[in-house]
């Protein structure tokens, strides 16, 4: 399948941030339970997280709390940076910090850590796979950034520097900081980091085909 190299304009984008419609729900609810599942299958993995997820570990171990919670409270402090970059979150803002927290906890409550390097690869290719899936359909609703998208591209505006650069800038920092504070940092993290935007692609690609099917029923 060939990958997608934009957001497609799907049949249930919402018309503003803030006018989620009764369609825009099952994407962006199932789109943000894939990509928080993902997340916990890769802690699950014991290879690596991603380097948001790194950091929220790290913090975790500080603080005492479980990873879903350090999550959201690295998500409401990302939202408080906005504010001085005149950044406006939507509806889908604040479900991606309450519902990617959520699922990361439970996900990382029930699912046992595999002992096998197999069962560990699938882990991480799945959560790859799940974390592609679940971005492709929470973009397609139109309904705002989440916590992170949205300091890259504010800054990415106002600095006049390349999204490329400043998402970049942003990826090592959070992950070096979550490594020093004990956060895990391995092969799965390397993997996600290379793979994650083919994956993306991908998943945008399956979305706008499951739109046409859908359009044409």
């Known amino acids: ?39 916990g299958l890769l802690v699950q993995s014991r290879w690596g997280a991603t380097p948001w997820t790194v950091f929220a570990q790290g913090l ?31 509806f889908g803002t604040i479900s991606n910090l309450i519902i990617i927290a959520l699922v990361l906890d439970v996900t990382t409550v029930l699912l046992a850590s595999p002992e096998s390097a197999f069962a560990r690869a699938i882990y991480v290719v799945s959560a790859i796979v799940a974390i592609g899936l679940g971005s492709a359909f929470y973009l397609t609703t139109g309904l705002g950034p989440g916590p992170r998208d949205g300091l890259m591209t504010s800054l990415h505006r106002r600095l006049g520097v390349s999204v490329v650069y400043v998402r970049l800038s942003i990826e090592v920092t959070v992950l070096i900081i979550g490594w020093l504070m ?5 092969v799965g993290t390397a993997l996600f980091a290379l793979t994650i935007g083919f994956s993306v692609g991908w998943g945008l690609r399956g979305v706008t085909l499951i739109d046409r099917r859908r359009s044409r029923d």
């Not at 989620?20 to 099952?26: E, G, K, L, S």
């Not at 004990?182 to 391995?186: A, D, L, P, Q, R």
Request: aromatic share 10%; charged share 10%; proline share 7%.
């Open 1 to 39: 399948m060939r990958l997608s190299h934009q957001v497609p304009n799907t049949s249930w984008r919402a018309s503003s941030t803030w006018s989620p419609r009764a369609a825009t729900f099952v994407p962006l609810v199932g789109g943000l339970t894939l990509f928080g599942f993902g997340e």
């Open 60 to 90: 975790a171990r500080h603080l005492h709390v479980s990873i879903g919670w350090s999550t959201a409270l690295i998500s409401a402090a990302v939202l408080t940076l906005w504010w001085p970059l005149r950044e406006r979150p939507g």
């Open 182 to 186: 004990g956060g895990t940092v391995g």
